[in-house]
T-cell receptor, first 115, second 115 residues
Framework: EADIYQTPRYLVIGTGKKITLECSQT?????MYWYQQDPGMELHLIHY???????EKGDLSSESTVSRIRTEHFPLTLESARPSHTSQYLC??????????????FGPGTRLLVL | AQSVTQLGSHVSVSEGALVLLRCNYS??????LFWYVQYPNQGLQLLLK??????LVKGINGFEAEFKKSETSFHLTKPSAHMSDAAEYFC?????????????FGKGTHLIIQP
């Protein structure tokens, strides 16, 4: 079983609030990812990181930002939440397996509702 | 660019019957292919993956999938459905040129098991 954790699991917040979604992994993986998943829809990559001090934007444009100060920690921040940010956010990590189809391990997700 | 198409947003089978979940992919380079399962209120768990070795891949919980290049397909099967198989199933692709961009997911298939 993968050791990747996300907090909070559920969050209801008002428009305009700043929020940070936490993601931590204890596997020492270099690569970490954030995906956004709307109900009944596919996952879309919004951010990823190769390692410490590396952050990249994914395929889906997002108003969120990320940071990678420590290998095990990859938080996602929304400076001013809006109802359009309501979604499920999934964090994942993987080994640097020479880009040979490495497995991504997923956290349980954070369900965000912005009122 | 790569893409994944999962035919059927919902599939219903009787307990003990064959499970067949369809996945077709598009990729300009040899792909790596994955099936993930998502149980309610949980993250994604890897079922199996194809990484250019054997075309028939066996995974956890009795699932298997066959890579067919000529059909650009990677359908997931299980000979006998169990009630515990009820979940959302996602097919995903990453190309062999680079894993840092994350996975491209299909929209998912909700598997319903009838008693």
């Amino acid at each position: 079983e993968a050791d990747i954790y996300q907090t909070p699991r559920y969050l209801v917040i008002g428009t305009g609030k700043k929020i940070t979604l936490e993601c931590s992994q204890t596997m020492g993986h270099d690569k970490m990812y954030w995906y956004q998943q709307d109900p009944g829809m596919e996952l879309h990559l919004i951010h990823y990181s190769y390692g410490v001090n590396s952050t990249e934007k994914g395929d889906l444009s997002s108003e969120s930002t990320v940071s990678r100060i420590r290998t095990e920690h990859f938080p996602l921040t929304l400076e001013s939440a809006r109802p359009s940010h309501t979604s499920q956010y999934l964090c994942a990590s993987s080994d640097r397996d020479g880009r040979r189809g490495e497995t991504q391990y997923f956290g349980p997700g954070t369900r965000l509702l912005v009122l | 660019a790569q893409s994944v198409t999962q035919l059927g947003s919902h599939v219903s089978v009787s307990e003990g019957a064959l499970v067949l979940l369809r996945c077709n992919y598009s990729s300009s380079v040899p792909p790596y292919l994955f099936w993930y399962v998502q149980y309610p209120n949980q993250g994604l768990q890897l079922l199996l993956k194809y990484t250019s070795a054997a075309t028939l891949v066996k995974g956890i919980n009795g699932f298997e999938a066959e890579f067919k290049k000529s059909e650009t397909s990677f359908h997931l099967t299980k000979p006998s459905a169990h009630m515990s198989d009820a979940a959302e199933y996602f097919c995903a692709v990453s190309d062999s040129g680079g894993g840092a961009d994350g996975l491209t997911f299909g929209k998912g298939t909700h598997l319903i098991i009838q008693p």
